[in-house]
């Protein structure tokens, strides 16, 4: 079976993994709910679900502990790009260990991510994966806004998400619009929420200028706003891509290749289901484009 991850990279699997190691707590109550806890031998200790309760733990999200994660002797790691850090990762493809790396940016997105890692452990045939999978795919379009909503996810330093994250499109598909959809960054802090004092003002001028959304003049200050930040993501999404040959693909034998279209494509030929709606969020940019591993943008 060969599966390309959500960085570009092609991972191959003669078999399916019988020991998997999870480095997102998402990923882990995933595998669980796919009716594949059996299969996990290794989680953070942030992967709280009672069913891994018994697995061994391997440091945190940000602080994993690849020798650790080595002695496990996985088959397949389960990480993602803004929960973990670029050094672990980079260490695990080093010893090649196979690392499935996810972004989701949309609840579609999501919804196909569990459909490849069905597809990965070979669980996508049967219960509970098969009408877990369905009802993803049968989500509909995101409603009209009905309320308005701001989310701290942090709060020391105050940190909230903007349209181009997962969480932003989750309160779209239930009604709700972010309050800071327009933000420039992924997750803005308090600097972005208008402090007085001269560290906050300054944070937002260097992130700004790292980001090319101001120039040295004055043209770009005068900008939509909702310009500004399509181009800015443009220009971050570029550079990363130039980056993604960082981690190497694995150099296996391929029993299987994916059919046109990708594995979504495979599973929703499987089930009979539907090309499902695209589902978006309101405002923001929706890139597809696959980044490269770096730690979570500040």
């Not at 090649?96 to 991510?113: C, K, Q, T």
């Not at 309320?147 to 349209?163: E, G, K, Q, Y």
């Not at 972005?192 to 944070?203: C, F, I, P, T, V």
Request: charged residues 25%; positive net charge.
């Amino acid at each position: 079976m060969k599966l390309v991850d959500d960085l570009g990279r092609t991972l191959v699997f003669g078999q399916p993994p019988s020991r998997v190691v999870s480095l997102v707590p998402s990923d882990t109550h995933s595998v669980i709910a796919l009716g594949a806890a059996h299969t996990l031998v290794g989680r953070t200790r942030y992967c709280e679900s009672p069913e891994a309760a018994s697995v061994p733990v391997v440091g945190g999200t940000k602080d994993v502990d690849v020798e650790a994660v080595l002695a496990l002797a996985p088959q397949l790691v389960i990480a993602n790009q803004e929960e973990n850090t670029r050094a672990a990762l980079q260490a695990l493809a080093a010893a090649r260990i196979p690392v499935l790396v996810s972004l989701p940016r949309r609840v579609a997105d999501g919804v196909a991510h569990l459909a490849r890692l069905a597809r990965i452990l070979r669980v996508g045939d049967r219960e509970p994966a098969r009408s877990l999978i369905r009802r993803g795919y049968e989500l509909r379009a995101a409603p009209p806004p009905t309320a308005r909503a701001f989310v701290p996810i942090w709060m020391d330093p105050l940190m909230t998400l903007n349209a181009d994250t997962f969480g932003s499109d989750v309160l779209a598909q239930v009604g709700v619009a972010n309050a800071f959809n327009d933000r420039l960054r992924l997750y803005p802090l308090a600097a972005d929420l208008g402090r007085s004092d001269r560290a906050a003002r300054r944070a937002v001028r260097v992130h700004r200028r790292r980001r090319g959304a101001v120039s040295r003049g004055t043209a770009a200050c005068t900008r939509d706003p909702r310009e500004r930040q399509g181009s800015v993501l443009v220009r971050r999404m570029d550079r990363r891509r130039t980056r993604a040959s960082s981690l190497q693909p694995l150099n296996l034998t391929p029993k299987q290749t994916t059919q046109p279209g990708g594995a979504a494509a495979d599973i929703r030929r499987h089930y009979g289901i539907p090309p499902p709606p695209t589902l978006r969020a309101t405002g923001g940019v929706n890139d597809a484009s696959k980044p490269p591993i770096v730690d979570r943008a500040t």
